[in-house]
T-cell receptor
């Protein structure tokens, strides 16, 4: 069954701790993306990767880091430098990195206490 | 940079009424995509429009791409409670490496 998985669905962390969100896809897509969603703010791009071992900053990359060591995986680390990390995080993938249709995972809702 | 704007931000209708959301880009787009996000869910791709003046229909949903390829609309005829959600439009970003999403229109349908 092909798709994108994100885990966990809900995540709670204490302020000052780094946390890594998982994103895995078995669609054989080249490109992967991370978005942050806050109420009324739409989808804001954090990082994207068009190919393994390469990634680019999006509009709101400060306080976040990513890696792309495997085609299937694109984990996002929310560092303690991110001032307001509580949000809904969505991972997506597309066949290529040229503004193709994006397929989204179910999301992880992160709450920092 | 490129901006994609959607109006209205929010609309509440009675079941059976029509609904329209509008999307406007600051630049000409090669294509425009529409996504729907149900409450608590994730965005799901609905359709892509490519040609100037293109009109596509999916049952009660009608999508249009403007002649100048800078605006688009989604019209829902006779809304149902299953139409509840946020509708996003998205166009290729400058450089064509990603999509720029509008902030979405949240639709609430009362029975």
């Amino acid at each position: 069954d092909g798709g994108i998985t994100q885990s966990p669905k809900y995540l709670f962390r204490k302020e000052g701790q780094n946390v890594t969100l998982s994103c895995e896809q078995n669609l054989n897509h080249d490109a992967m993306y991370w978005y942050r969603q806050d109420p009324g703010q739409g989808l804001r791009l954090i990082y994207y990767s068009q190919i393994v071992n390469d990634f680019q900053k999006g509009d709101i990359a400060e306080g976040y880091s990513v890696s792309r060591e495997k085609k299937e995986s694109f984990p996002l680390t929310v560092t303690s430098a991110q001032k307001n990390p509580t949000a809904f995080y969505l991972c997506a993938s597309s066949i290529s990195g040229f503004a193709d249709t994006q397929y989204f995972g179910p999301g992880t809702r992160l709450t920092v206490l | 940079g490129q901006q994609v704007m959607q109006i209205p931000q929010y609309q509440h209708v009675q079941e059976g009424e029509d609904f329209t959301t509008y999307c406007n880009s600051s630049t000409t787009l090669s294509n425009i995509q529409w996504y729907k996000q149900r409450p608590g869910g994730h965005p799901v791709f609905l359709i892509q429009l490519v040609k100037s003046g293109e009109v596509k229909k999916q049952k009660r949903l009608t999508f249009q791409f403007g002649e100048a390829k800078k605006n688009s609309s989604l019209h829902i005829t006779a809304t149902q409670t299953t139409d509840v959600g946020t509708y996003f439009c998205a166009g290729p970003s400058s450089g064509y490496s990603t999509l720029t999403f509008g902030k979405g229109t949240m639709l609430l349908v009362s029975p």
